[in-house]
C-alpha cells in the first residue's frame, strides 16, 4: 500500500512538524468521535459534520497560512484547518452545542466558522451554501494587491487567499465566477479541492464530466494545477508546499485537488446506505490517521509514545467537551442585536471603522450651486470626492471603466482614478457582490454597480449573506459595501430593465436601502451610503436619471442627508401621502391639479424609514394614501400600511389606500405601461374618493 517517495516529496516533508501535526489530527478525531458517540446521541449537539478523513490535508495546509494576512474561506467541514489556526478546542466544542461565546454566541450552525485574529491569518466568515465561500475570498486577494500596490503597504507582500471546497462544490456558480476572476485579474488565490466523491449522495461524475476538476481544468489559462493524495502525508505535504509557495511567489492562482476519504456520512443522520459494503471498506483503509500512524511510528516515535499522545488528545477533548457543556446558553435578550452596527460596538474585520477612518466634514445644509445638474451628474460627483477624499474607495462593476458605466454614472472616472480603483469586472453578479465583501473584509469601501436591477438576481447569495455577516458573526465581522442599482421605468418598460422591487431589499436582513428622487438627495444619500458601517443599497431610478424634475443644484461636497429621515415635499392639512423615488413627481402633480392641501413625504430610505414623519402627518391629516411602483402583494405599501393600522389607528378618518403597480412585470409597450404604473390621474382620483370617505 505504502506509495513510491518521491525525493521532492521528502525535502518538502522533512521540513514539517509532524509531532503537531499528529497531535491536531488526534485532537480533531478525538472532537468528531465524542460528538458521534456522545453528544449528537444525547442531543447536546443537534447538528454534526465530521472532517473525519479529510483532517491531514487541511492541517497541513494551515499549517503553511503563516502571513499574517492570510486568509482561507472555508466551509462545514473544514475544523481541522481552524485548529490548526489556532481555535480552541472549548469554542469549537461549544459552537455546535449552540453555546455563547465562541466565533457566533449560538447564532450560527455550528462548524460554520469564523476566525478574525488582528495578527494572524483570518478565517472568513463561513456560510451554509456550498459555493458562497468562493467569491468573497477572490475579493480578499484582490484586497491584498490593493493595499500592497495602491496603500503602499508592503507587509501585504506574499500574503495569499486560499479557497477551501468540496467536489460538489466545484459545480457552482461561486466557483466558476471565482476562478474567472481570479484568472483573468492575476490574483494571489489557491483553490484547494477536497475530493471525496460525494455531495452527500451524488459522486463527483454529476459535477464535472470524469469526475476530476483538475483534469477538466488543465488547460485553463493561468491556472497551476497540483493533483494527489490527500491520505498520504509525504506527498499531501510535498504538494501543498509547492502549491502554496507558488501563490505566495506571485507565479499566479493555483489549484490543488487532493482526494480523501469521507469516513462518515455527510451529517451524522446520514447513514450512507448509497454506498456498498466493498467501498466502505475502501474508504477505511485510506483513512489518513493511520497512514499518519504507520509514516511515524516506528521511524519517529515510539508506538508507546503514538498511544500516549491519543490518550491525551481524548483527555483534552472530554475536559473542552465538559467545559463548554457548563457554558451558559447566550443571552436571549440580545437576539435581535447586530443586525445593524451597534453604536459604539465595532466589529473587528471589514469596513472602514475598524481603523478608525476619519471622513471629511459634512453637513446636513445645502450649499447650493447654481446650474442645476442631473441625477448621473450627481452621482458623478459624489464618487469622484469619495473617491479623491478616500484612498479606500473602490468602484467597480460591468462596463463601468472605459466605458463611464451603461448610464454614464462613471464616466471618466477611470482615467482619474487609475484601473485598480475604479474598474470593470466580469459578467457576473454573484462575482461582484462577492469580491465586495471580500474587499470589504480587507477594510476597504467598495462601490459595486449593478447594471440593473433584475441583474442582481445572480448575486442573490451574497447579497442576502452579506447582510447577515454582522449577526452571524455576533460582530466579529461586517461587510459595509454600496450597492448601485438603477432601475423602475423609462421612456418604456420592460421584464428586464424596468424591475424596482426595491421591497426584496427592506426585507433581507442587514441592508440599508436608499431611493432618491432627486440629484440633491442622490448627493447626500450616496455620500452617507459611503461613510456608513451597514451596506447600502443605492436604487438610481431610470426615468429620474436625466429628468428636468429630479434636477437640482449640487448641494456642496459636504452635503450629507442622513438615512432614516423623510422630506416634506409639500405641506397640508387635508391627507398625507407618502410616497418615494419616480412617483414622487407624480404625487406632486396630482396635488396641484386638485389645489387640495396635502401632506407629501418623500420616504428617501426605505431602510431605515422615516415612521415618526409619517405617523405624525396622519395625525393631522387624518387620511393617507402610498403610492409606489413596486407590485402591489406585499410591497413595501403594506408594511407601512401595517403599521398605521396599529399605530395610528384612532387618527384616521378613510382607509389606507395604496396605489401601485398590479401583480405584473412592468410591459414594454407604453400605452401598456401607462395603463399599470401608478398615474397622475390615478393619484389624484383616488384622492377624490379618500377625501370623499
Ligand atoms: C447552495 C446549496 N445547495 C445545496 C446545499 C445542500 N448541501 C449541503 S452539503 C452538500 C454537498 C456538498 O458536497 P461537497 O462540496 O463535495 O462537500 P463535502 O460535503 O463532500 O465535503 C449539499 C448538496 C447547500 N448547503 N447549499
Not at 196 to 211: A, K, L, M, R
Not at 269 to 287: H, R, S, V
Request: hydrophobic share 35%; glycine share 8%.
Amino acid at each position: 500500500m505504502a506509495k513510491k517517495k518521491s525525493a521532492s516529496n521528502k525535502k518538502n516533508a522533512s521540513k514539517v512538524d509532524w509531532k503537531k501535526v499528529a497531535h491536531l489530527m488526534l485532537t480533531s478525531r478525538a472532537m468528531d468521535e465524542k460528538e458521534e458517540n456522545e453528544l449528537v446521541p444525547n442531543k447536546e449537539v443537534l447538528y454534526q459534520f465530521s472532517a473525519r478523513g479529510h483532517e491531514l490535508g487541511q492541517i497541513l495546509l494551515g499549517s503553511l497560512l503563516t502571513h499574517q494576512h492570510d486568509s482561507a474561506s472555508a466551509y462545514y467541514r473544514s475544523r481541522p484547518l481552524l485548529l490548526t489556526l489556532g481555535l480552541s478546542e472549548e469554542d469549537a466544542m461549544a459552537a455546535p452545542m449552540g453555546k455563547s461565546g465562541g466565533y457566533s454566541d449560538g447564532r450560527d450552525i455550528g462548524v460554520v466558522c469564523n476566525k478574525p485574529d488582528a495578527d494572524g491569518p483570518k478565517v472568513l466568515p463561513m456560510a451554509g451554501d456550498v459555493g458562497s465561500q468562493y467569491t468573497p475570498a477572490i475579493g480578499w486577494a484582490q484586497g491584498i494587491e490593493y493595499r500592497k500596490n495602491v496603500l503602499n503597504e508592503k507587509e501585504y507582500d506574499k500574503a495569499i487567499s486560499v479557497i477551501l471546497g468540496g467536489d460538489g462544490s466545484v459545480a457552482t456558480n461561486g466557483f466558476w465566477s471565482a476562478l474567472t476572476i481570479a484568472t483573468t485579474q492575476n490574483l494571489p488565490v489557491l483553490f484547494y479541492i477536497e475530493d471525496n466523491g460525494y455531495g452527500i449522495s451524488v459522486t463527483s461524475e454529476y459535477q464535472t464530466p470524469g469526475g476530476k476538476i483538475t483534469n477538466n481544468l488543465q488547460s485553463f489559462s493561468n491556472l497551476k494545477i497540483f493533483d494527489g493524495d490527500g491520505t498520504e502525508p509525504e506527498e499531501a505535504a510535498s504538494l501543498l508546499e509547492d502549491s502554496v509557495n507558488y501563490v505566495r511567489e506571485r507565479k499566479g492562482p493555483a489549484m490543488i485537488r487532493l482526494t480523501v476519504p469521507r469516513l462518515n456520512g455527510h451529517s451524522y443522520q446520514d447513514n450512507q446506505a448509497y454506498k456498498d459494503e466493498e467501498l466502505l471498506k475502501k474508504e477505511q483503509e485510506k483513512d489518513p490517521l493511520e497512514k499518519l500512524k504507520a509514516f511515524m511510528v516506528p521511524d519517529q516515535v515510539t508506538e508507546k509514545t503514538w498511544k500516549n499522545w491519543e490518550k491525551k488528545a481524548k483527555e483534552t477533548i472530554e475536559e473542552a467537551a465538559e467545559a463548554a457543556l457548563n457554558r451558559p446558553d447566550p443571552d436571549s435578550a440580545q437576539t435581535e442585536k447586530y443586525a445593524f452596527a451597534e453604536e459604539g460596538e465595532t466589529q473587528m474585520i471589514g469596513g472602514l471603522a475598524v481603523e478608525g477612518h476619519e471622513f471629511p466634514a459634512a453637513s446636513e445644509e445645502p450649499h447650493p450651486e447654481k446650474q442645476r445638474i442631473n441625477i448621473v451628474e450627481a452621482i458623478r460627483r459624489t464618487l469622484k470626492y469619495e473617491l479623491e477624499t478616500n484612498p479606500k474607495v473602490m468602484v467597480f462593476g460591468e462596463d463601468v471603466g472605459l466605458k463611464g458605466g451603461v448610464h454614464a454614472a462613471t464616466m471618466d472616472l477611470q482615467s482619474q482614478f487609475g484601473e485598480d480603483r475604479v474598474f470593470d469586472t466580469s459578467l457576473s453578479e454573484e462575482g461582484i457582490i462577492g469580491r465586495a465583501v471580500g474587499l470589504a473584509y480587507q477594510g476597504l469601501m467598495p462601490v459595486a454597480e449593478i447594471q440593473f436591477r433584475k441583474y442582481a438576481d445572480p448575486a442573490t447569495e451574497q447579497l442576502n449573506n452579506c447582510g447577515t455577516i454582522r449577526w452571524r458573526t455576533a460582530n466579529r465581522f461586517a461587510a459595509p459595501i454600496v450597492v448601485r442599482m438603477p432601475g423602475g421605468f423609462a421612456k418604456c418598460g420592460d421584464p428586464w430593465h424596468s424591475m424596482s422591487n426595491e421591497v426584496f431589499f427592506t426585507h433581507a436582513i442587514g441592508w440599508q436601502v436608499a431611493m432618491p428622487s432627486n440629484a440633491e438627495d442622490a448627493v447626500g444619500l450616496l455620500r452617507s451610503a459611503m461613510r456608513s458601517n451597514n451596506p447600502t443599497v443605492f436604487f438610481e431610478h431610470r426615468n429620474l436619471l436625466d429628468a428636468k424634475y429630479a434636477r437640482k443644484p449640487y448641494p456642496g461636497d459636504e452635503f450629507i442627508v442622513p438615512f432614516g429621515k423623510a422630506k416634506k415635499l409639500k405641506e397640508g392639512s387635508e391627507l398625507t401621502i407618502v410616497t418615494w423615488g419616480a412617483m414622487c413627481e407624480r404625487s406632486e402633480e396630482a396635488v396641484e391639479t386638485l389645489g387640495v392641501s396635502a401632506d407629501i413625504l418623500d420616504l428617501r430610505t426605505l431602510m431605515p424609514w422615516d415612521k415618526e414623519a409619517v405617523l405624525d402627518s396622519i395625525r393631522r391629516t387624518n387620511r393617507c394614501i402610498i403610492v409606489h411602483e413596486d407590485n402591489r402583494t406585499a410591497g413595501f405599501g403594506a408594511e407601512i400600511a401595517a403599521v398605521l393600522v396599529r399605530e395610528a389607528f384612532q387618527y384616521l378618518d378613510a382607509p389606507v389606500e395604496r396605489i401601485t403597480m398590479p401583480d405584473i412585470p412592468v410591459p414594454y409597450n407604453v400605452g401598456l405601461m401607462e395603463s399599470v404604473l401608478p398615474t397622475t390621474k390615478k393619484i389624484v382620483d383616488t384622492i377624490e374618493e379618500t377625501l370623499k370617505f
